[in-house]
């Protein structure tokens, strides 16, 4: 059963840092790209970053030089600095792999809440 789960979240003051962690089980992970998305009520998911097994990396503008994406082979990290109250969201682990047929595989996690006081 593959599995992905989130942890790090919570409540910190604008300024602030956050490390968020997500451990996947159930499948090899490392030819998966990895990546990070939020999305707060009445909006769509956005994507935050994203990482793949060669450790190329890619991120969002409104989050670049503040966030820094990492990965192991089973885990994917990102470490969130200088925050801001716009970066409230519940954040989700996503694992990918897509194939030269065309399907994709994709996994989520259950999300963990960042929330950024001004």
């Known amino acids: 059963q593959v599995r992905l789960v989130e942890s790090g979240g919570g409540l910190v003051e604008s300024g602030g840092s956050l490390r968020l962690s997500c451990v996947a089980s159930?499948?090899?992970?490392?030819?998966?790209?990895m990546g990070w998305f939020r999305q707060v009520p009445g909006k769509e998911r956005e994507l935050v970053a994203t990482i793949d097994g060669g450790r190329n990396t890619d991120y969002s503008p409104s989050v670049k030089a503040r966030f820094t994406i990492s990965r192991d082979a089973d885990a994917v990290y990102l470490q969130m600095n200088s925050l801001k109250p716009e970066d409230t969201a519940l954040y989700s682990c996503n694992a990918r792999r897509r194939w030269p047929n065309g399907r994709v595989n994709d996994y989520w996690g259950q999300g963990t809440q960042v929330t950024v006081s001004s």
């Open positions: 159930g499948k090899d992970f490392t030819v998966y790209t």
